[in-house]
T-cell receptor, first 111, second 115 residues
Framework: QQQVKQSPQSLIVQKGGISIINCAYENTAFDYFPWYQQFPGKGPALLIAIRPDVSEKKEGRFTISFNKSAKQFSLHIMDSQPGDSATYFCAATSGNTPLVFGKGTRLSVIA | DTEVTQTPKHLVMGMTNKKSLKCEQHMGHRAMYWYKQKAKKPPELMFVYSYEKLSINESVPSRFSPECPNSSLLNLHLHALQPEDSALYLC??????????????FGPGTRLTVL
């Protein structure tokens, strides 16, 4: 019940296209859902996060969509650029429990 | 300052060596974390400190010994490591552990190689 299932494992998108990464969870106590972006050899960087009181949050080209009833949330990257090529991790937590990470999605944006 | 710093960037050590990893933050955060990350895997939680006290130890072998000397510093002491301990070691911090204040910021990591 503590798992966060992330898909796809890898994704190739054309420059200018939309990248979509999905996550699903079981624990209804989770109340904070961040996305992290990680480049090779670097630490994860907090990209965007959402709490379950809203269904969507947008920051620039990055949007989180949240479906509480389906226990799913997704990251959309609009106008994907080669510089977006990285590994993306979704995560979830509740109260004072540790972050539970998805297994990651390796995104490659090709020109 | 919204940065978590880690030193050293890279570390190569033998199985009999003793070394330490250092993490520092000046955001006034009261929760600090150590993670281990293997290639192509998500970060794996090792330890959590809350208000300088060890809050969570995820059954980590005793050859890893954490220390939190003050609210800004977190150390990880390493002794008698095994080659399978080679990984990227990440430090993170958050305001504290409570819901609404647990947004975690990660450092760049220390790439550890055990020979």
């Amino acid at each position: 019940q503590q798992q966060v299932k992330q898909s796809p494992q890898s994704l190739i998108v054309q420059k200018g296209g939309i990248s979509i990464i999905n996550c699903a969870y079981e624990n209804t106590a989770f109340d904070y859902f961040p996305w992290y972006q990680q480049f090779p050899g670097k630490g994860p960087a907090l990209l965007i996060a959402i709490r379950p009181d809203v269904s969507e949050k947008k920051e620039g080209r990055f949007t989180i969509s949240f479906n509480k009833s389906a226990k799913q949330f997704s990251l959309h990257i609009m106008d994907s650029q080669p510089g977006d090529s990285a590994t993306y991790f979704c995560a979830a937590t509740s109260g004072n429990t540790p972050l539970v990470f998805g297994k990651g999605t390796r995104l490659s944006v090709i020109a | 300052d919204t940065e978590v710093t880690q030193t050293p960037k890279h570390l190569v050590m033998g199985m009999t060596n003793k070394k330490s990893l250092k993490c520092e933050q000046h955001m006034g955060h009261r929760a600090m974390y150590w993670y281990k990350q293997k290639a192509k895997k998500p970060p794996e939680l090792m330890f959590v400190y809350s208000y300088e006290k060890l809050s969570i130890n995820e059954s980590v072998p005793s050859r890893f010994s954490p220390e939190c000397p003050n609210s800004s510093l977190l150390n990880l002491h390493l002794h008698a490591l095994q080659p399978e301990d080679s990984a990227l070691y990440l430090c993170a911090s958050s305001q504290d552990l409570r819901g609404g204040r647990n947004e975690q910021f990660f450092g760049p990591g220390t790439r550890l190689t055990v020979l």
